[in-house]
Nanobody, 114 residues
Framework: QVQLVESGGGLVQAGGSLRLSCVASGITFRGNAMGWFRQAPGKQRELIAAVSSGGGTSYADSIKGRFTISRDDAQNTVYLQMNSLKAEDTAVYYC????????WGQGTQVTVSS
């Protein structure tokens, strides 16, 4: 059974930091590019960061220089370190395979107060 479980969200003041984690089970983690996505209220879900199977990373312009994606294949886990958070980063954050989506997890809420 495929399962993606995100955690680490919360309420933080602008300028603060959070570290999100996503544990994947039931999918082939190693060898797959993974991504972090977010969905803000009233907006579509968007890809904001991706990490290839080889560790290469890419970021949306809106988070570049502030967020860092990483992966631990031994733990089937992908991380998102978020620094210098802004109010506009408020959203539900999800992880998934970068290209062929598995069923979505419940996500983790990040709320940044200004």
């Amino acid at each position: 059974q495929v399962q993606l479980v995100e955690s680490g969200g919360g309420l933080v003041q602008a300028g603060g930091s959070l570290r999100l984690s996503c544990v994947a089970s039931g999918i082939t983690f190693r060898g797959n590019a993974m991504g972090w996505f977010r969905q803000a209220p009233g907006k579509q879900r968007e890809l904001i960061a991706a990490v290839s199977s080889g560790g290469g990373t890419s970021y949306a312009d809106s988070i570049k220089g502030r967020f860092t994606i990483s992966r631990d294949d031994a733990q089937n886990t992908v991380y998102l370190q978020m620094n210098s958070l802004k109010a506009e980063d408020t959203a539900v954050y999800y992880c998934n395979r970068r290209y062929t989506y598995a069923p979505w997890g419940q996500g983790t809420q990040v709320t940044v107060s200004s």
